[in-house]
């Protein structure tokens, strides 16, 4: 019985040791040696003005005017246009040359040399840049067919799934690092951030270099670093290689981006403003403004709460503005919002979002603006506005609103970030054009048992909604 019970916990054993091996192998050699030849240091030239020393220092005539003169004809050399060099990482994706890697690696460079992990040198050419995403696509040219990696899915990338961080940090050289997946969907500042934190070690240098999964295939592109002093603390960012690879795809055709474009301005949906327009769950994109664009040639209004784009649910703004960007421009999709307590589907034709960035926003439509009066609610004295609070705000002519003359302080309205000199265009989803209009909207929400009223307030033209409590008043 002894005998069998030792038999038993030996095989327990072996079949441990499995599958720990199987969990992650002895050695990790054999995908660095298969990858290695994918990856590159890049080198970039950029001519930087000189600098110009302090000039009539001293006075004429003075005894230390031949000390400087002296001095100045030393150092005249520092005022000449000089070279500066940077570093960075990079790799293959095509046979034929094309190589990725981080726009701020590149930008502004007069002269980029490309060295692969045999040695040899060769000059590159930018394709396309997509300062957005700080990608970059440049191309060198080759007789010989190069070593590339493949892209992988970044989607099935787990927290706890080990990767290698490949490049050229602080100018040592080909180098990895190895650590694993820390958090996923990750946003530092850009709108279609989409970042892989690792605590593979990345440090300067290692911009633009691959961060693979254990398929050897890239799953981000090593783009920055959380740190107190300049190096590594285990707190590195890859773009998700799922975002590269369309916008490489996009580089790569048209040598720009090409994103899709809806025309409206959004914000999140919170539980507050949930409760203030009836919606049962603080999800969606509400929209706070539809200028001239594919929106508002659908029927798309302020107010609506965009609920699913193009067959996919929308959580929150952050991830509308990536579906959007993702679609191909001129493509029809269908839109659901929710308005006035109902959902109702749109058809809408995306435009392209590069063509629309420089474009301005029309003026919203509204009627003449009554005398002037003046009215307390909410927390909140208002007035509509006059032909001299319109010169002083930068009110336009055709917006009508009421203009917050002042605010109480103790106020949930002060709390909210509600100011003088904001201007109420809409509360309940309506227009409101005098104190009476609002007045006729706080008591309808009151007597429909609503707990809160939805405002439209304007900021020097920018839109954003707000609900205040309604016990205040």
């Known amino acids: 019985m002894r005998m069998i019970g030792l038999t038993v916990l030996t095989m327990i054993l072996v079949l441990a040791q499995v599958a720990l091996a199987q969990a992650k192998p002895e050695s990790l050699a054999p995908l660095a040696e298969k990858i290695s030849p994918a990856v590159v240091n890049i080198t970039t030239t950029t001519l930087v003005e000189g600098r110009t020393g302090p000039q009539g220092i001293v006075p004429k005539g003075s005894p230390f005017e031949d000390f400087f003169k002296e001095f100045q004809d030393r150092n005249k050399d520092q005022d000449r246009p000089r070279r500066s060099s940077a570093l960075g990482s990079g790799f293959v994706i095509s046979e034929d040359g094309y190589v ?26 930018v394709v396309g840049t997509d300062p957005n ?79 693979f999964n254990m398929d050897g295939e890239v799953i981000g592109v090593n783009t920055a670093i959380l740190s107190p002093n300049g190096g590594s603390i285990g707190i590195g960012f890859s773009m998700a290689s799922n975002v590269v690879s369309k916008v490489v795809d996009q580089l790569r ?23 203030a327009i009836g919606l049962a769950e603080a999800e969606g994109a509400l929209v706070t403004d539809v200028p001239d664009g594919p929106a508002k040639e659908a029927g798309l209004l302020s ?18 503005v990536k579906q959007v960007g993702n679609t191909t421009v001129g493509k029809a999709v269908r839109v659901t919002v929710f308005r006035d307590g109902a959902t109702k589907t749109v058809l809408v034709t995306l435009g392209r979002r590069e063509e629309a960035e420089s ?51 103790a106020s949930q309205a002060y709390e909210k970030g509600l100011r003088a000199g904001d201007l109420i265009t809409e509360a309940g989803q309506q227009k409101v054009t005098s104190v009476s ?35 205040e008043d």
């Open 303 to 320: 107010g609506d709460v965009i609920l699913s784009f193009d067959g996919k649910d929308v959580k929150d703004t952050r991830g509308l």
């Open 359 to 409: 474009a301005v926003p029309a003026a919203m439509d509204g009627e003449e603006a009554p005398a002037p009066s003046k009215m307390e609610v909410l927390g909140l004295t208002l007035t509509p506005p006059t032909d001299e609070m319109r010169q002083e705000l930068g009110i336009g002519d055709t917006m009508d609103g009421l203009v917050v003359v002042d605010v109480d302080e």
């Open 253 to 275: 055709e048209f040598g720009e981006t090409r994103r899709g474009w809806l025309g409206v301005r959004i914000q999140d949906v919170t539980d507050d403003v949930a409760e």
């Open 437 to 471: 209009d609002l007045q006729e909207r706080v008591d309808a929400a009151r007597e429909a048992g609503r707990k809160s009223l939805l405002l439209l307030i304007r900021r020097a033209g920018e839109p954003r909604f707000v609900a205040l409590g309604l016990e």
């Open 100 to 125: 990725v890697t981080n726009n701020h690696v590149i930008d502004g460079a007069d002269e980029i040399q490309i060295e692969f992990f045999d040695g040899e040198e060769i000059k590159a050419e």
């Open 133 to 211: 995403t700080d990608i970059a696509l440049l191309k060198v040219k080759t007789d010989k067919p190069l070593s590339f990696v493949p892209f992988g899915d970044s989607d099935t990338a787990r927290v706890g799934d080990w990767v290698m961080a490949m490049g050229n940090p602080l100018g040592q050289g080909f180098s990895a690092s190895v650590g694993i997946v820390s958090a996923r969907n990750r946003a530092l500042s850009g709108t279609y951030d989409d970042y892989i934190q690792t605590d593979a070690a990345i440090n300067r240098g290692n911009s633009g270099g691959p961060l």
